[in-house]
Structures are given as C-alpha cells and as structure tokens.
C-alpha cells in the first residue's frame, strides 16, 4: 500500500490518541490502588490511622491507656507486610500513673506488621523524660540518646541498638556501644565500654567527673545506676570496683554511689584503699559527704621517704566543704573499726639516712579527726583516738647504734599530730602500758591508770622524740638492765601513785607513796623518789626507809657491807642518795633526826651513813654535836651472856671484809664491863652465825684511854681486848705511865694493868714491885 505524508499523518495521530488513553487509564488505576491501601492500612495493622493529607498519625492503646503514638510524614510503600515510615516520631507512653512520655525519632522506620517491630538503618534519636520532669506535659531537661539502627519492638516496648550511642543527661553526658530502652519499665540499658562525664556546677570551679564502666543500667523511676566493673575518677582521684549503684537526686544531679567487689580508692598523691563495699554519698558539685567501706578495708600509701599502710573490717568518713574554695571537699573524720592497724615508716634521719622510724598502731577501733592544711584545699590529721585494746609502738633502726622502741597499751591512746605528721602528745587511758627499749638494751615497762606523753617538734622526716612522760593512778614500774650492764645492776621495781619522767636527764620522779626496789638487794620507800633510768640512781626525800637484803653467797662480793649481824639491814633517813656506777648510797639525817641503820642485834646512827659496794665498807660522820652512835649485841667473854657494846663517836668506818670497825674522835664506849673513852678505837668483830650472835674478838683503844667500871678507874694511852684470853691490857707511853685508881688501894701504877675477865682480878706489870692482884671486880 503507497504511504503518503497525509496517511502517515493520520496514523501518528491515531496512536497518540491511544497513547493518551492508556496513560490515563493507568494513573485511574494507580489511584485506585493507593486509595484502597491506605483505606485497609488500619485494618490489616490493627490501629488507629489517622491521615492528613500527606501524613498520618498512628496509637495502640490497652484498656484505655495509650502505650505508644507512632507519628510519620510519609507512607512510603505498604507490601509483605512491611510499612516504610519517613521522618518518623514515636512517642512511648510509661504505665499508668508514671506520667512518662518518651520519644524516638528518626528519618526513616520499617514497620513489620507481624512483627510489630520497627526498625531503623539510619541516625535515631531519643528524648527519655528526666524524673524532674515527671507529669508535665514537655520535658525541659531530658536524656538524649543518639545511636543508629535501632529496632523497637512495640510488643515489649523495647528499644535496643548494637551501635555506638551518645547519650546526655542533666549533668553530664557519654557514650558507649549498644544500648537498649524498655518503655514499660523504664530501665535504660548501655551495653558496653561505657563512658560517662559528669560535670560540676559552674561556680565550683573543679574539675569533671569521669566514669568508666563495661555495663551500665538506668532504672530512672527509682533514679538509679547501675554500672559493671566501673572506674570513676576526679582530677587525679580514682575509685573502681565490680560493681557500682549510682543514685540520682530528682534534679538529675548524682546523690550517692554503692560500689560492691574490689572496691578500690586512689587519691593524687598515689594512696590506696581497697574494701570489699563503699557508699560515698555525694553533694550537688559531686564532692564526697560521708563514705562507709566494709568488709576488709586496706589502706597503702608511700612518698619517696615515707610508707604507711592499714588495714580494719570498716570505714567511716565524712567530708566537709572547703572554705573559700567552692565545689571542693577535704577530709574531716575518718573512724576505722573492727581489727584496726595502721604502720608509717620513714626512712632517713638527721645525720643517719639509713635510719628507719616506723610507727604502729593498733586497736578495736580509731578515731581520726583532719583540719585544714595550710594550702587550705586539703585536709592532715590533727587528732587520732584508738580505742579497745590501743597499742602504739615508735621503733628506730639505726645505722651505728642499737634500736630504740617505745610501745604503749592502754583501753585508750589518744595522740595529736602537728601539721599531720609530727607528734606531740599521746594519752593513754585506762590499765596504761608503757615499754620502752633503751640505746643500752635496757628494757623499762611501766603500768598506771593513765598516761600522758610530749614529744619534742622534728623536721617533717624525723623520728618522734620523747620530751616528757606523767602518769597517774597505781603506777609500777619494772626495769631489766641490759645483758652486759654491770653484776651488781640487777632489775628494779618501783610503785607510786604519780611518776613523771624526763627525757632530759632520763629521771623518773615518783610521788604518792613511793617505793623503789632492786630486786634481791634494796627496797626503798620515801615521800618523793627520783630515780635515773639511764644511770640506776636515786636520790629521796622525806621519810626514807631502805632495806638490805641479806645477800647469797654467790653475790656477797658485789653486795653493800652489812654491820656483822644476820640478816636484813635496814636504814631510816630524812634523805638518801644512791649510786649505781659507784656503788654508794648515802643517808641523811635531819637536825635532832640522825640517819639509823640496824642489822640484827647491831646498829649505828648518824648525820650521814654511808653504804659503799667496793670496797663494802660503811662510813658513818657526826656533825657538830650530834655524834656516832653505833651498838653491837655482842658476846664479851665465856662467863657473860650477850650484851650491848654501846659506842660513840665523831665518825666510824666499818668494813665489810675485814669485819672491822674504826671509830674515831672523842670515842665513848659502853658495855656490860664498864665505860671506855679515847681518841681512837677499833673493833674487831666476829659476824653472827646461824643461831649465833656477834662476837667482839679483840678491840684496841688509843689515844686519851680511859676505862671506868664500877669503884675504879684507869686511865692509859692504849688499851688492847683480845677474846682469845678475856684481857684488857692498857698500856701508857715513856713519861705517862697507866694507873688505876680505886676507893681501897687508891692509885696503882705500872707499865702495863691487864684486866681478866675470867677471874675478874687485874694485874700490874713493871713499875714499883711484882704483878699482884689489886681488887676483885664486882658484877
């Protein structure tokens, strides 16, 4: 067939025509399509749509309370089952009475109908309602959580991601990966490497608060946290444990925090506590109120010349607010209970660097008060108080010398510190304890009701050093001389109802009735007793009463002297003073009060009465009027029972091992035979025995010689008694021979006149005729 132009014309003009038709049935039938869906969406979805134009608005709601509105700007596509929701805003709804409305918002949603699963590949957005805001209609301060690929389950209400997630809150805000939110029960899960920054308020002026946690759960309607195996730090302070409670305030703001499991504490300056449970209660700038630690609390810390550690079952500490300072907090008190310990070392001493000083601690419970310290933005130590049991020991190591130890007991020690380091005073209350072990090795222990110690100020570094000690009620004190301290230096008690010791001079001054015994040699009782700890000496005042023990065989040699009789030796004086290097002690009388001493039978009395070790000699001296009196219960001769041998004179030295007595000037001696004087006399004495008493074995007078008895008188310059043959004999000198004068013979005079005491007759030797017997001697 020929085609024209005009039949091609036509044709092109017949299938536009039908071009057109078809396009316009299409767009009726595409029409009809997406009315009919849209019309059936609620039906097949089971809820309520409501659409405006190009949006709509969808609720589910149960027995009248609506859980959840699911807002979109576009439908994109309805099939399988699925609706694709753009600019999508999900509003959940808490259960009734919570008065919680919280949003998810996003670009883009898949709703499965089956399912009821909504779900998102792009950036999600959620708005938790703070608590603050509870009931009102728009939170002002919510939580806002940002993540991706989100699924929301409408079921369940849960909200959950696998991605990473930023959250904000009132006060801080984070981040972590993967997170899940339930609707109905609140709970706010971020699933892992949790990181939360908590920031202070802004006029605190310090610095966040940063937390570290592997797992944190927020349940907002009970404000509370709960993180796994967190780490939370502030400035250059870290607490971390297994687990951690962090409870909010209804402002958002942290109130407090519950760690469980390897709690662990770590200050700026590198110190340590470890327990097994903390509640640290927080203020509004996230400073710490109060802290309790339980179950095994340790305590470390260490510079570059100190190291402390600690240990108690519990801890409680409060913090108080820095003056001028505004969000910080220092320490204000601290009590440690159950098994409390504390040790410091420091290492170095002036003029020693190797020293070590360590202090201990110990006790049931301590009691620690803090202040200020000078930079005004930390807190020392000023007052601690150990209860129950309190022991407090200060042992020094050095280098070239012995250690020195001081340890104190008591039901209570309270000491102070000066700028929280350096001692300055330690109580000790209630069946007090003092030990201290000496540079010598000496050992000194001392028991009283109470005690109170000063230490002198030392550099920062340096060992506390013991100005003074006071003690009261029922004092006793024990010393053991070292092991090489001198034979003659054994233990020594002392008892007293106050005692005060100087460091100083090392003199323990006891006062109230007390008494001061060498054991095995002296007991000593005064009003006052000074005794020097570091010498053995003594002095005391008033009312002295001494007693010697009879010494053992094996330590006769290293004893004071004893006066010939058996037995203890006991002196009275108004003072003394002993000698511990010299061996000496001496008494001392008062005016009309002479110094008394009396072994046996035997006795001497005196101004001054002198005990010397070595050589074991007593020294008696007189003093204007008041002169020697010494008396012997001694045996004179076979035929007379025991007498008294009663002498005076101006000074006496009798010695121990020769058994002698010298008295010398203006010498008056009494006895059973008759009175004698002279210059000079000396007496020879046997000791007393078991069941024996003393014996005089010879006696020798010289100088001014007279004797007296009964009806006569003779007067020499030398008179010798020997017991060997019961004799006087008195001799004279060339020019002044010896007489005797008597009411029946008158004068006799001869070289010698010998006096028997057996037969009672006297003979006279050399002169005018042959000895004869002069008189019989009445007894």
């Given at each position: 067939?020929r ?8 044709w092109i003009?017949i299938?536009a ?6 396009l316009?049935g ?17 039906h097949?979805l089971g809820?309520n749509?409501?659409?405006?134009a190009?949006?709509f608005t ?7 309370h ?6 979109a700007?576009r439908?994109?596509s309805?099939k399988n ?5 753009h ?10 009475g ?9 670009a883009?949603f898949e ?9 998102s590949?792009?950036?999600v ?18 939580i ?6 989100l699924?929301?389950d409408?079921?369940t209400?849960?909200?959950?991601t696998?991605q990473?997630?930023?959250f904000?809150?009132p ?6 990966t993967?997170?899940?939110?339930n609707?109905?029960?609140g ?5 892992q ?6 920031q202070?308020?802004k ?11 592997a ?6 309607d ?12 502030n400035?250059?302070q870290?607490?971390s444990?297994a687990q951690?409670?962090l ?5 958002g ?5 519950v760690?469980?499991?390897h ?6 300056t590198?110190a340590?506590?470890?327990a ?8 509004g ?7 309790v630690l339980?179950?095994?609390v ?14 108690a ?12 300072h ?6 204000r ?8 310990q ?10 020693d ?5 360590t ?6 419970q301590?009691?620690?008060?803090f202040?200020?310290?000078?930079n005004g933005t ?9 209860q ?8 020094t190591?050095?280098t070239?010398?012995?250690?020195q130890?001081t ?11 000066a700028?929280?380091?350096?001692l300055?005073?330690?109580n000790?209350?209630?069946q007090?304890e003092i030990?201290?072990l ?5 050992l000194?222990?001392?028991?009283s ?5 000063t230490?002198?100020p ?7 050093q013991?100005?003074s ?9 024990q010393?053991t ?6 034979k003659?230096q ?8 106050q ?5 100083v001079d ?5 006062r109230?009735?007390?008494r ?7 007991d000593?009782?005064?009003d ?5 700890r570091a010498?053995?000496d ?11 023990r009879?010494?053992?065989a ?28 010299r ?6 009388g008062s005016?009309?009060h002479?110094?008394?001493?009396w ?5 001497v ?6 005990l010397r070790?070595?050589?074991q000699?007593?020294l008696?001296s007189g003093?204007?009027?008041d ?11 076979s ?19 020769s058994h ?5 000037g203006h010498?008056?001696a009494?006895?059973?035979f008759?009175?004698?004087?002279a210059a ?9 025995a078991?069941h024996?008493?003393?014996r005089?074995?010879?006696?020798t007078a ?5 004797l007296?008895q009964p009806?006569?008188r003779?007067?020499?310059t ?9 004799r006087?004999?008195l ?5 002044a021979?010896?007489y005797?004068?008597d009411?029946?013979?008158?004068r006799?005079t001869?070289?010698?006149?010998i ?6 007759s006297?003979e006279?030797?050399g002169?005018?005729?042959r000895a ?8």
């Open positions: 067939m085609v024209t132009v005009e039949r091609l014309r036509l003009l299938a025509s039908l071009l057109i038709a078809v316009a299409f767009f009726l039938w595409s029409g009809f399509q997406y009315r009919h869906i849209v019309q059936n969406l609620p097949k809820v749509i409501q659409q405006t190009s949006e969808y609720s589910q709601s149960s027995h009248g609506t859980l959840f509105t699911i807002h700007s439908l994109m309805f089952d699925k609706a694709e929701l600019n999508v805003s999900i509003t959940l709804y808490g259960p009734p919570s008065h919680r409305a919280d949003r998810i918002y996003g883009e709703y499965n109908r089956k399912t009821g699963i909504a779900s590949q792009g950036k957005e959620i708005d938790l309602e703070s608590p603050s805001q509870k009931g009102q209609g728009k939170a002002q301060r919510p806002h959580v940002q993540t991706s690929q699924t929301y409408s079921k209400g849960l909200a959950e696998s990473y997630t930023e904000s809150l006060q801080g805000s984070g981040h972590a993967g997170a899940n939110y609707s109905k029960t709970l706010f899960v971020l699933e490497q949790v990181y939360l920054q908590m202070p308020g006029s605190s002026g310090t610095s966040a608060t940063v937390i570290h946690a797992h944190l759960s927020f349940q907002r009970k404000n509370q946290a709960t993180l796994s195996a967190p780490v939370i730090q400035g250059q870290a607490t444990a951690a409670q409870y909010f305030r209804p402002d703001s942290a109130d407090h925090i760690a469980q499991g709690v662990r504490m770590t200050s700026a590198g340590t506590i470890t097994q449970t903390a509640q640290i209660a927080l203020s700038s996230n400073q710490p109120q109060t802290a339980t179950g095994g340790q305590y470390a810390g260490h510079s570059a010349q100190e190291t402390m550690q600690g240990s079952q519990q801890a409680h500490l409060s913090f108080a607010a820095v003056p001028g505004a969000g910080h907090s220092w320490l008190h601290a009590l440690f209970d159950q098994s409390v504390f040790t410091q070392q420091i290492h170095g001493a002036p003029g660097p190797k020293a070590v000083s202090r201990h601690i110990s006790g049931g301590a009691d620690v008060a202040a200020p310290a000078a930390k807190s020392v130590p000023t007052t601690i108080i150990v129950q049991n309190a022991v407090a020991t200060m042992r190591t050095y070239h010398q012995p250690p130890q340890t104190v007991r008591a039901n209570e020690v309270v000491a102070t510190l700028n929280g380091r350096t300055q005073t330690m000790a209350i209630g007090a030990t201290s000496g540079k010598d090795g000496s000194n222990t001392t028991h009701d109470s005690l109170h110690l230490f002198a030392q550099p920062r570094h340096a060992a506390a013991l100005v000690a006071v003690e009261d009620g029922h004092v006793v004190m010393q001389p070292a092991r090489n301290a001198r003659s054994g233990p020594v008690m002392a008892w007293a109802d005692a005060q010791y100087s460091a090392q003199v323990l001054h006891l109230g009735n007390p001061l015994q060498e054991t095995g040699a002296l000593l009782s005064a006052a007793i000074d005794y020097h010498t053995g003594a002095s005391a005042i008033g009312n002295v009463k001494a007693t010697y009879e010494p053992s094996a330590s006769a040699n290293g004893s004071l002297p004893q006066l010939g009789g058996k037995g203890a030796t006991h002196v009275i004086a108004s003072h003394a003073w002993f000698s511990s290097a061996g000496q002690a001496s008494f001392y005016s009309g002479p110094a008394r001493l072994q046996g039978g035997n006795s009395s005196a101004p001054v009465i002198e070790r070595s050589p000699q007593l008696a003093h204007g009027t002169a020697v009196i010494a008396a012997f219960a001694a045996v004179i001769g035929k007379s029972p025991p007498g008294l041998v009663r002498v005076a004179s101006d000074s006496l030295t009798y010695s121990d091992k002698q007595a010298d008295f010398h010498v008056a009494v006895d059973s008759g009175r004698m004087q000079n006399i000396i007496m020879q004495i046997a000791p007393a078991d024996q008493p003393t005089l074995q010879r006696m010289t100088g001014g010689v007279t007296t009806g006569r003779a007067v020499g030398r008179l010798v008694y020997t017991a060997s043959d019961e006087y004999v001799t004279g000198r060339p020019g021979l010896p005797l004068t009411r029946v013979h008158g006799t001869g070289a010698a006149l006096f028997n005491n057996r037969n009672d006297v006279v030797n002169g005018e005729g004869v017997t002069v008189t019989s001697i009445p007894k």
